[in-house]
């Protein structure tokens, strides 16, 4: 793919980004400074680790369930929070197998990718649209986990709720970087709203998250649940 030569004084972050930039991003006006290499690439990695780790003790507590039924996992609170109650139900393993060992190769993704950009790697248009594209299905499929846990197995897992809390602001950053340098097309205006709304989309998703668990278990909370 052809590249641009970016400005003197540009940044190498700045002209890593830039080359997989065109005009209709460039009138969206400046890139925030989390979509540049450097801050992004660190937010893939801090964000990867957090779901790789959460993904493998799930994997470790599920193989140790396998072995012994009647095994109690480390998040085996009560019967409201409990990764044991919900590794026995049926949404845990949608696809035949267990689904952290989805997280563990795609966290691990994340983390190469993140690391790549560290070290100054650049990637084609088509490498981007990939990556958004998983994003988006692993955020979509944490997004049904999470209303099936709240809404029909009405049991939490702790794990997997930090798997939730990764796939946010992966999923959200993801979606903005990618808008800012071209590669899903969107009216200028509304590029711009996007890349300075980046952390207020972020917090008002964990607020949505934390309010539908409140509202979901509230008679847990009220007491009046007879545990």
């Known amino acids: 793919m052809p590249s641009i030569s970016p400005p003197s004084g540009t940044s190498a972050p700045e002209r890593s980004l830039n080359q997989d930039r065109d005009p209709a991003a460039d ?3 400046s890139v925030p400074a989390m979509t540049r290499n450097r801050p992004f690439g660190w937010l893939l990695v801090i964000t990867g680790a957090i779901g790789w780790l959460a993904s493998g003790t799930l994997v470790l507590e599920k193989l140790a369930v396998l072995q012994d039924p009647n095994h109690t996992t480390v998040c085996d609170v009560n019967p409201w929070i409990s990764c044991g109650d919900v590794m ?3 949404q845990s393993s949608l696809f ?4 952290m060992f989805i997280g ?3 966290f691990a993704v994340i983390i190469t990718v993140g690391m790549a950009l560290l070290s100054g790697a650049t990637f084609a248009r088509w490498f981007w649209v990939g990556l958004q594209t998983g994003v988006t299905l ?3 499929f944490v997004v049904w986990l999470w209303s099936q846990a709240l809404y029909d197995i009405r049991i939490l897992c702790p794990f997997c ?3 939730w809390a990764a796939m946010i602001p992966l999923f959200v950053w993801v979606t903005i970087r990618n808008i800012t340098a071209g590669v899903i097309r969107v009216p200028a205006r509304a590029a711009r709203v ?3 709304s980046g952390w207020i989309i972020t917090a008002l998703l964990y607020v949505a998250v934390i309010a539908t668990i409140f509202f979901a278990f509230i008679q847990v909370f009220a007491g009046t649940s007879g545990f």
């Not at 035949?96 to 689904?99: C, D, H, L, M, T």
Request: no cysteine; proline share 5%; glycine share 14%.
């Open 104 to 106: 563990i190769v795609a």
């Open 138 to 140: 692993g955020f979509v």
């Open 96 to 99: 035949g197998f267990p689904n």
């Open 161 to 163: 709720m930090i798997v």
């Open 194 to 196: 996007l890349a300075d």
């Open 88 to 90: 026995k139900t049926w």
């Open 27 to 29: 009138a969206a006006g």
